[in-house]
């Protein structure tokens, strides 16, 4: 792994080397103390390095179980020998790439599209290199067709239902929305249909989560920096509906939390959420940058408990079908069966 910042593509891989390490499989999680640049100056990629020595070799948001081991840098010299490897960054993917073979069948897993954390000229060679890839979801897969010509399994990411369920009464008229302010995630879309929705319901109560504030907050709105997955849970759990307005994802887990917990979704058509939910039956889905459309969703959720009953009880259910369990098992099989050729 590049780093051990909360993210949700971190919390997939700690899932799926969790879900390994119970299974029964030898799994270590390793991370580098000399952190990659990305697109980020020397000064910063300094002050990293500085960060990575004062928290040493832990994550304190995740109930990581896998070992967890801390390396100057990816490379063979500091890495166990293994049956298989997986890098999860572009940067990592070059690393890995260099490795000795007795490190393993190499594997790169593609979050997304990386271009938010370095340049074409740097990540786009990496989905032409000679290594196994998987993604999570058939809009990746396409994706990397189009572009590079370069497939990729399918292994669909699944929620932990031991850490996402219901907790807690909704509030009615509260909306709950991750917000970041990188512009594919679609935050300003969200808030402009939030306040257009608060002008007509003015009971309307909206809860932000994420790392970091927008620089001006409504009264009607609260921002809660880093919930840990109790806070979390119970924020998805006590909320009438979640608000996932991104306009570009790679696969797109807030909403298959918030159906975990019973927070019916309204959500754009991005990453893999139009594979696991269907519009209309356990999620309410829009185009990206909908902003009527998104008001539209929220208000019949809303306004209708009887309705709100309904998108409830569906979302439990495709949360149920969508577990980590399951797809911990698939990708299990699939990395046996790239192990057996």
């Known amino acids: 792994m590049p780093f051990l910042n909360v993210t949700g593509g971190n919390r997939v891989l700690f899932d799926y080397a969790d879900a390994f390490h119970n299974l029964g499989h030898q799994v270590t999680v390793v991370h580098p103390l000399w952190p990659y640049r990305f697109h980020y100056s020397r000064l910063r990629q300094m002050r990293v390095f500085v960060r990575h020595l004062i928290q040493g070799n832990r994550v304190d948001w995740y109930p990581l179980k896998a070992p967890l081991v801390q390396v100057p840098k ?13 890098a999860c960054a572009w940067p990592s993917a070059y690393d890995l790439a260099r490795l000795s073979p007795a490190k393993g069948k190499q594997v790169y897993f593609i979050h997304h599209y990386e271009i938010d954390s370095g ?23 396409r994706e990397l067709l189009e572009r590079f010509g370069s497939d990729a399994q399918v292994i669909r990411h699944g929620v932990d239902l031991t850490l996402f369920f219901p907790e807690g009464i909704p509030q009615a008229w509260t909306v709950v929305m991750p917000y970041h302010p990188d512009l594919r995630k679609g935050a300003a879309d969200g808030l ?13 109560r909206v809860r932000l989560f994420g790392s970091k504030a927008p620089v001006q907050l409504p009264d009607w709105c609260s921002f809660h920096t880093r919930p840990s997955n109790t806070q979390l849970r119970r924020l998805y759990s006590t909320s009438g509906a979640l608000l996932y307005p991104s306009r570009y994802e790679g696969f797109g887990l807030p909403p298959l939390e918030a159906m ?17 939910t269907s519009d209309g039956r356990d999620a309410v889905l829009v185009d990206f940058g909908d902003i009527e459309g998104m008001i539209v ?10 309705t709100r009953r309904c998108y409830v009880a569906k979302s439990l259910g495709c949360a149920a079908e969508n577990s980590t369990v399951h797809s911990a098992k698939n990708f299990e099989q699939a990395l046996e069966q790239l192990l057996a050729r």
């Open 192 to 204: 402009e249909a939030l306040t257009h929705l608060q002008i007509r319901h003015p009971q309307l």
């Open 74 to 86: 990816l490379s063979s010299p500091y890495l166990p020998d293994a049956d298989l490897i997986i």
């Open 260 to 276: 975990a917990c019973g927070c019916p979704v309204v959500s754009t058509k991005v990453g893999a959420i139009p594979e696991f």
């Open 119 to 141: 340049s074409k000229e740097q990540v786009d060679p990496t989905y032409k290199l000679p290594l196994h890839r998987f993604t999570g979801c058939e809009a990746v897969r």
């Open 297 to 306: 969703g929220l208000e019949q959720i809303l306004s209708d408990e009887q």
